[in-house]
């Protein structure tokens, strides 16, 4: 079972915010938290990741809540061209074990 | 430029005919996996390298075989296909298993067994 729980389905408008969030209650003290994207017909591609202290890069940004049990991808200023399927997923930093990804949010943007 | 190659993009053949994908980084990544995606269950991971000659179950592994001989090339091995392995599959490789690196992942293969 997935150790993510996000939303079906979100909408937003173009040139507006995204806030896709994402919970994860039974995240450990070592899980990393991942973020990819998968655009129609290719494959996932990485968006951000982080640990505790929220996030920026030239992607987005993430929040990650204070006990860590949820946080949220932010997209500052949503294109078309964002109109993807969002991965939420969790690494453990310290030890390997297999990657589980759910079935995302399909984010649709309304021009 | 840095990439993850897959090999067929394309492949239609039939039950019992055996099979291998190809996957590539050039990188020199030490960590591999592939997982397959199915509509209405998003990617399940079939199995995992984390370097040479050390690899490790996902989540459906039944019915594939992996092998990690050399660090770039991480096959996908099905020996006898079944319709049930109809599925889209995607090959991803990051620097290390650590969970603070990023996956890259390639463009796909779609696989039909009749």
């Known amino acids: 079972d997935a150790k993510t729980t996000q939303p079906n389905s979100m909408e937003s408008n173009e040139e507006e915010p995204v806030h896709l969030p994402c919970n994860h209650s039974t995240i450990s003290g070592t899980d990393y938290i991942h973020w990819y994207r998968q655009l129609p017909s290719q494959g996932p591609e990485y968006v951000i990741h982080g640990l505790t202290s929220n996030v920026n890069n030239r992607m987005a940004s993430l929040a990650i809540a204070e006990d860590r049990k949820s946080s949220t991808l932010i997209l500052h200023r949503a294109t078309l061209r964002d109109a993807a399927v969002y991965y939420c997923?969790?690494?453990?930093?310290?030890?390997?074990?297999?990657?589980?990804f759910g079935k995302g949010t399909r984010l649709h943007i309304l021009p | 430029e840095a990439q993850v190659t897959q090999n067929p993009r394309y492949l239609i053949t039939v039950t019992g005919k055996k099979l291998t994908v190809t996957c590539s980084q050039n990188?020199?990544?030490?960590?591999m996996s592939w997982y397959r995606q199915d509509p209405g269950l998003g990617l399940r991971q079939i199995y995992y390298?984390?370097?040479?000659?050390?690899?490790d179950k996902g989540d459906v592994p039944e019915g594939y075989k992996v092998s990690r001989k050399e660090k770039r090339n991480f096959p996908l091995i099905l020996e006898s296909p079944s319709p049930n392995q109809t599925s889209l599959y995607f090959c991803?490789?990051?620097?290390?298993?650590?969970?603070?690196?990023?996956?890259?992942f390639g463009d796909g293969t779609r696989l039909s067994i009749l």
């Open positions: 990188m020199n990544h030490e960590y």
């Open positions: 390298s984390m370097n040479v000659e050390v690899t």
């Open positions: 997923i969790l690494r453990d930093g310290y030890r390997d074990d297999k990657i589980i």
């Open positions: 991803a490789s990051s620097l290390n298993w650590a969970g603070n690196q990023p996956q890259h």
